[in-house]
């Protein structure tokens, strides 16, 4: 993990290095193209008027010797500008004819490029750069028509001075744009598999301990794995502690329903037991304390045979497997038993069916409905309902009724097994405190979703969505 993590730091600061990188080529070439366009601008300014009165001078001194038109004025040779600049004269064939100063080699060479070519042929006064040297000019002379003046200055470029050319609000605009989308590769590069990591917890908290991440590795000749980011090694030890929670849990479901198993032997000889006793009991008096030991008996029965319906339900739904049945064709028969139930306890019941089909293990549904129907009858003071709606491809089973309901702070233990509230426990209605829990499981394996809330009649209000895999 600690490889992973050092990849992850390298990751991060080569994609900084990177994003600056891109910064300054996307301020740099945009600068390049300013400063490019800026050298065929005119020249103006103190470096315009510095040629115009260096030409002014050479004229003078080229009118002052008519009788040499070919020759070179001494004073010419001697002439200074008193500026950082030097000067030189080309003619028409851009051979020099004469410079303040000994002009490099490479400099020359460069007056034979067209670049040089085209900034002798302009009218208009311009600067550039050659060989590292600053190029102002030309102005023709008018003594010598053919002569053009041209002043230079050693000038190494500076990397910045091409950034010179960049307006400061231009600059800031491109590093602010260009951070920017770096900055959300990189955030989605990371928040993606966040998400299906994310997503991944979510599902196990809802009870999918089957639910695995996808990815993708690569494997080397010799069967290990190479070139793993951090998030697949996240991926792979996530898969790894869903995959021994499920099984550890598979274990304990197992164990519990082996134990199940061996009690109910037992629990049987006795059940056999008592009741031969108290046909062979002579003495009154013992006979409630044996029935008393015979109704316990049945309860732990009870409570055995629930407790392995809740442990078990999970593999006989599987081995089952899914169906694809319509809501109607699932609830008729159900609602149907329910009403007449309902008659004889003297409650009013009533339902509503909704179209639509669903893909569920079958047997489970039914457990969870008819579960939490029987706990409202048992709770119910006068009525019982249950409703389906659907919306989109949701649908959605509530069922309520006028009980009287329970504590706020109890809606969120209901599906605990064994949990039973204080009203429940010192009520005559009895109970085990699994029918909720076994519902709560059995909407879990239909990949549903199951809440709690109270009802507007006072009593309590059971939600149960499920996603439809036909509309109506």
């Known amino acids: 993990m600690t490889g992973a993590v050092r990849n992850f730091n390298l990751k991060v600061l080569g994609w900084f290095w990177l994003t600056l990188l891109v910064c300054i080529l996307s301020i740099a070439i945009p600068a390049f193209i300013l400063q490019e366009i800026n050298e065929n601008e005119p020249l103006s300014g103190r470096d315009s008027r510095l040629l115009n009165n260096v030409a002014q001078r050479i004229d003078n001194i080229l009118l002052s010797r008519p009788a040499d038109p070919h020759g070179i004025p001494r004073q ?19 051979n020099v004819v004469q410079s303040s100063m000994p002009l490099r080699r490479s400099l020359t060479e460069e007056f034979n490029s067209k670049r040089f070519w085209y900034f002798i042929q302009k009218e208009q006064q311009r600067e550039i750069n050659l060989e590292w040297t600053r190029l102002v000019g030309p102005v023709s002379l008018t003594a010598r028509p053919d002569w053009k003046l041209v002043l230079w200055r050693p000038e190494r470029p500076r990397p910045l001075d091409v950034f010179r050319a960049v307006p400061w609000w231009l600059m800031l605009g491109i590093f602010m744009v260009v951070t920017s989308l770096m900055s959300w590769l990189l955030v989605r590069s990371i928040a993606r598999p966040l998400n299906r990591l994310g997503d991944a917890f979510t599902a196990v ?58 009690l109910r032997t037992p629990l049987t000889r006795l059940q056999m037991t008592l009741a031969l006793v108290r046909r062979k009991c002579a003495d009154p008096s013992l006979i409630p304390l044996l029935e008393r030991a015979e109704k316990e008996n049945e309860l732990l029965n009870l409570h055995i045979q629930r407790l392995s319906d809740l442990t078990t339900m999970e593999s006989r739904a599987i081995s089952q497997g899914k169906a694809d049945i319509t809501v109607k064709a699932l609830l008729d028969d159900l609602c149907e038993d329910a009403a007449f139930e309902a008659q004889q306890l003297g409650i009013t019941w009533q339902h509503a069916l909704a179209d639509g089909t669903l893909s569920i293990y079958e047997e ?100 149960m969505q499920f996603r439809l895999t036909q509309k109506p």
């Open 205 to 262: 908290g809802q009870g999918q301990l089957n639910h695995r991440i996808e990815y993708s590795q690569s494997v080397d000749k010799g069967g290990r794995r190479s070139g793993e980011s951090p998030f697949t090694r996240l991926f792979a030890q996530f898969n790894d502690m869903t995959g021994k929670i499920a099984a550890l849990i598979q274990n304990q479901k197992r164990q519990s329903a082996d134990i199940s198993h061996e």
């Open 76 to 94: 010419l040779e001697q002439l200074e500008t008193r500026t950082s600049y030097q000067w030189l004269i080309v003619d028409k064939q851009l």
């Open 364 to 463: 489970p549904f039914l457990t969870a409905i008819e579960n939490v129907v029987r706990n409202a009858f048992k709770y119910a003071n006068s009525s019982v309902s249950l409703a389906c709606t659907v919306a989109g491809s949701q649908l959605t089973i509530v069922i309520e009724d006028d009980g009287p309901g329970v504590e706020p702070a109890d809606l969120s233990k209901l599906t605990n097994a064994f949990y039973r509230t204080d009203s429940a426990r010192n009520s005559d209605t009895g109970g085990l405190g699994l029918g909720l829990a076994i519902a709560a499981e059995a909407v879990r394996l239909n990949d549903g979703d199951m809440s709690f809330s109270l009802s507007d009649k006072g009593g309590l209000q059971v939600n």
